[in-house]
């Protein structure tokens, strides 16, 4: 990419922020919906504590999908889909629980299953349902393919614990299949990518994105969002970063761009992040100060961003962003590769 970067405090940067009406203002990348949160646990059909994380796809009906995770008032989440025609009210919410934890057959999803990532595969003609199971070896990932959110096809665990957010690639590259997720170790928690010739079996495992190091807003921890959007200058991807703060955790999103052939080379980063807790149903709720999108579907107009996030992991909201928007911005806002020598 041959896209100047300039520091977003410096003089440069603002003259041509000014200048270009490409190149947005940080606070304006995603607007919230008014009526927020979009979803609570009082418009469920049965008894919950809360919903949150949820997955997100455009189905071939027009209708938008969201895949909840819900937690029970065990403490024990499962999935439940909710349809609406234009994605933001009107929501049809499935009568029961539409995947639950099989224990019996599966037993690392003995405590549940959390935070689906959806992604429709033109090649298997099929939703690929990545998700967290989780039992006493710990949180680790799953998937399942469906091609009507009705029944499933479950792959049992794909990576094993101590990993998460995980999101399935709509193609193959170079002819294997191509998975991000976030193993957690001893020496942190970084962003990865394996590769698989049948989505069962894993390997070439590869760092795509590390935690930065010191006072950065994603230091030693980071994470998939939603999956990649794939764009014709590379994977566009959020991510969310999590600052360790004296009051607790500050969960916040940024970007970052990688190579559309090899999406383990990361081309751009963001240096600040670009979305946080502010609304009052961010900054308070079962766990505070978390905005975390497992989802987003994009608009007819191939640009426009309808973003869900579980707030505060007690409701589902959604904000809106423009595709260009965040490209332009990530082009005058970053650091040339993934900035870990910072």
């Known amino acids: 990419m041959n896209s100047i970067r300039l520091p977003a405090t410096s003089p440069e940067y603002l003259t041509a922020k000014q200048q270009n009406a490409q190149v947005p203002a ?41 895949l909840c995770r819900v937690e029970d008032r065990r403490g024990l989440s499962h999935l439940c889909a909710a349809r609406s025609a234009n994605g ?4 049809r919410i499935d009568p029961q629980p539409t995947l639950m934890a099989n224990p019996r057959e599966y037993p690392e999803e003995i405590w549940g299953i959390e935070d689906p990532r959806i992604t429709y595969v033109p090649e298997l003609e099929q939703y690929a349902v990545a998700y967290t199971s989780y ?15 009705k029944s499933f096809e ?8 101590e990993d998460k957010d995980a999101a399935l690639l709509p193609r193959r590259i170079g ?19 394996s590769y698989s010739p049948d989505l069962q079996h894993w390997g070439s495992h590869k760092v795509m994105l ?39 955790s500050i969960y916040r999103l940024g970007l970052a761009l990688f190579d559309i052939n090899k999406p383990d080379i990361c081309l751009l980063r963001g240096d600040s992040w670009i979305f946080g807790p502010e609304a009052p149903y961010e900054r308070g709720g079962d766990v505070n ?19 869900y996030y579980g707030a505060g992991d007690s409701c589902v909201a959604m904000a809106t962003g423009s595709v260009r928007a965040l490209l332009s911005w990530l082009d005058f806002n970053s650091s040339a590769g993934d900035g870990n020598d910072f």
């Not at 927020?36 to 009082?42: T, V």
């Not at 039992?135 to 009507?148: E, F, H, N, W, Y």
């Not at 479950?154 to 614990?161: E, K």
């Not at 989802?295 to 191939?302: K, L, W």
Request: with cysteine.
């Open 210 to 248: 590390e935690a930065r190091r010191g006072g950065w807003w994603d230091a030693n921890k980071i994470g998939l969002c939603s999956p990649p959007i794939e764009t014709t200058k590379g994977w566009l991807t959020i991510y969310h970063g999590v600052r360790h703060t004296a009051s607790g």
């Open 175 to 193: 002819g294997f299949w191509a998975l991000i997720h976030r193993p957690v170790t001893t020496l942190g928690a970084h962003m990865w990518i």
């Open 88 to 91: 933001i009210d009107g929501w």
């Open 289 to 307: 100060d978390v905005v975390f999108p497992c989802g987003q579907t994009i608009g007819a107009d191939g640009d426009t961003v309808h973003l």
């Open 154 to 161: 479950r792959y049992g665990v794909i990576m094993s614990p």
């Open 26 to 66: 940080v606070d304006s990348l995603f607007v919230r919906y008014p009526s927020n949160p979009i979803l609570r646990r009082q418009d469920w059909p049965y008894p919950v504590n809360s919903v949150f994380n949820a997955g997100a796809t455009r189905l071939a009906d027009g209708d938008t999908l969201l």
């Open 135 to 149: 039992a006493r070896g710990g949180p680790g990932v799953s998937l399942a393919l469906t091609k009507d959110f």
